[in-house]
Nanobody, 120 residues
Framework: QVQLVESGGGLVQAGGSLRLSCAAS????????MGWYRQAPGKQRDMVAIITSGGGTNHADSVKGRFTISRENAKNTVYLQMNSLKPEDTAVYFC??????????????WGQGTQVTVSS
């Protein structure tokens, strides 16, 4: 199995910045895409940003120009730098990885989530 552990969430004022980190561990054979999703109360979980193993990225329109996803393949870690935060960015942020362990086929894995709260 693959475990994803997020860190870096918290409370910040509007206009501020946070950096989320997510480290993957376990009996990992390979990791493909990694990314971040978020879910606000009463809403569905939406994609925030995705990064491929080769470094290609895709950011949701709502965060383009403010958030930047990156990764360190050697550390199996993905980051989300969030700048110019807005109250509407308040949500639980979930780390995602499409990974393969030695004894299994590739599949999706999720972290437990980290709360980001932006006050106005």
């Amino acid at each position: 199995q693959v475990q994803l552990v997020e860190s870096g969430g918290g409370l910040v004022q509007a206009g501020g910045s946070l950096r989320l980190s997510c480290a993957a561990s376990g009996n990992i054979f390979s990791i493909g895409a990694m990314g971040w999703y978020r879910q606000a109360p009463g809403k569905q979980r939406d994609m925030v940003a995705i990064i491929t193993s080769g470094g290609g990225t895709n950011h949701a329109d709502s965060v383009k120009g403010r958030f930047t996803i990156s990764r360190e393949n050697a550390k199996n870690t993905v980051y989300l730098q969030m700048n110019s935060l807005k109250p509407e960015d308040t949500a639980v942020y979930f780390c995602y990885a499409h990974a393969r362990v030695i004894s299994d086929n590739p599949r999706d894995y999720w972290g437990q989530g980290t709360q980001v709260t932006v006050s106005s």
